[in-house]
């Protein structure tokens, strides 16, 4: 049973960076993909961007272009998302799933808030 | 890019029926899948059909998925409705590298 833990909640300054990190266990993480969506509050689901680490290969959506990037380290079978230059609309919880083009697990999510 | 667009709320009683749609603006859904993900309150959402019409391991035949090509729909629908499936359903897809979500479907069990 593949299981994605993500990194805890993030209180963050605007204009800052912050790093979400999502550990697999449980299945083959080289050659799978990995995708986050993100859900500000009260509202639904929004598509970011994923990677496929045996490629290193990425696709961002085209709103978070330039300004988030997935990366993921095989060594320690963990993905992570940096979102830069933060504003009070990237306040939200942050999720992690396993797949490209629908996901089989989900991670818990992260909350992320962004506040002066 | 295009659009999924779903009603906002459906309610029903328990034991009845309910059926979410899906409606893509542009594209076809013959040539790219839908998935559908229900997500209860607080919780982190689940895959409760995908490619069209398949169940994950342990969802029940309750759910079940479809598609009608002619009005370029798709749609969830939920058997035998129970309390526990009060929950936000979201219908996704793709169009070659740009992944979509529809606005999600509030399911209020009366």
């Known amino acids: 049973q593949v299981q994605l833990v993500q990194s805890g909640a993030e209180v963050k300054k ?10 697999v266990s449980g299945g083959t ?7 986050w969506v993100r859900q500000a509050p009260g509202q639904g689901l929004e598509w970011m961007g ?3 680490p045996i490629y290193v290969t990425t696709n961002y959506a085209q709103k978070f272009q330039g300004r988030v990037t997935i990366s993921a380290d095989e060594s320690t079978a963990t993905a992570y998302m ?7 609309e990237d306040t939200a919880v942050y999720y992690c799933a396993r797949g490209r083009n629908w996901f089989d697990s ?5 909350l992320v808030t962004v506040s002066s | 890019n295009f659009m999924l ?3 906002h709320s459906v309610s029903e009683s328990p034991g009845k029926t309910v059926t979410i749609s899906c409606t893509r603006s542009s594209g076809s859904f013959a040539s790219t899948y839908v998935h559908w993900y229900q997500q209860r309150p607080g919780s982190a959402p689940t895959t409760i059909i995908y490619e069209d019409n398949q ?3 342990g969802v029940p035949d309750r759910f079940s998925g479809s598609i009608d090509s002619s009005s370029n729909s798709a749609s969830l629908t939920i058997s035998g409705l129970k309390p526990e499936d009060e929950a936000d359903y979201y219908c996704q897809s793709y169009d070659s590298s740009t992944l979509v979500f529809g606005g999600g ?3 209020s069990v009366l």
């Open chain 2, 5 to 7: 667009t779903q009603p």
């Open chain 1, 29 to 35: 993480f080289s050659s799978s993909a990995f995708t």
């Open chain 2, 55 to 57: 169940r994950p391991s």
């Open chain 2, 105 to 107: 479907t509030k399911v």
């Open chain 1, 82 to 88: 940096d979102l830069h230059s933060l504003r009070s």
């Open chain 1, 50 to 52: 994923g990677i496929i």
């Open chain 1, 106 to 110: 989900w991670g818990q999510g992260t």
């Open chain 1, 14 to 23: 605007p204009g800052s960076s912050v790093r979400v990190s999502c550990k």
